[in-house]
């Protein structure tokens, strides 16, 4: 049984993914090596300068082993109380695509269209408290935002990305 909840907000804005490429995972949140982790939400929202018309398919994918390779980036991570002790996972984004790990299952998905009237595309997979999906400690699973091979042809600029995970690690 645990003892301590503490919660844990991290993000990361970029747009360093080049344009014309199929686009997978996009960012990782990674099982504990001492501790279950449990996801309370995740977003993705992408700002496109150009306006350009596109779709975006966008799934929460839980994964059994880590993806690898890539281009990763530590996110930022901010705890929900200043007392919480320091989390003990380091999410990732990714700037150029990992080899992906093995698919357990698709958590949520988003599928739509980018407009001219609608240059922001805001996603939120969110879960209430006793459904939350869990990550086992010691695992090598994760949860992943993957864009399902989304491919971007607006030239040489890409949508902004901007990615947040509320997370809990459970002491």
């Not at 958590?107 to 879960?127: A, K, M, P, V, W």
Request: glycine residues 6%.
């Amino acid at each position: 049984m645990s003892s301590k909840i503490s919660t844990y907000y991290s993000t990361a804005f970029f747009n360093n993914f080049s344009s014309g490429i199929q686009i997978t995972d996009i960012a990782m949140l990674p099982a504990s090596a001492t501790n279950r982790v449990r996801l309370k939400r995740a977003t993705l929202m992408l700002i496109d300068p150009t306006t350009t018309l596109y779709s975006i398919t966008a799934k929460l994918i839980k994964r059994s082993t880590l993806d690898t390779g890539g281009t990763s980036s530590a996110m930022s991570i901010v705890p929900a109380n200043s007392s919480n002790p320091s989390s003990t996972i380091t999410p990732v984004y990714y700037s150029s695509n990992p080899t992906t790990g093995t698919e357990v299952g698709g958590i949520s998905f988003f599928y739509g269209i980018n407009t001219q009237d609608n240059s922001r595309c805001e996603i939120l997979f969110g879960q209430n408290d006793s459904e939350a999906p869990e990550l086992a400690a010691g695992s090598t699973e994760c949860f992943v935002i993957d864009l399902d091979n989304t491919i971007f042809t607006t030239g040489s600029i890409t949508p902004a990305i901007f990615i947040a995970f509320e997370y809990q690690e459970l002491f």
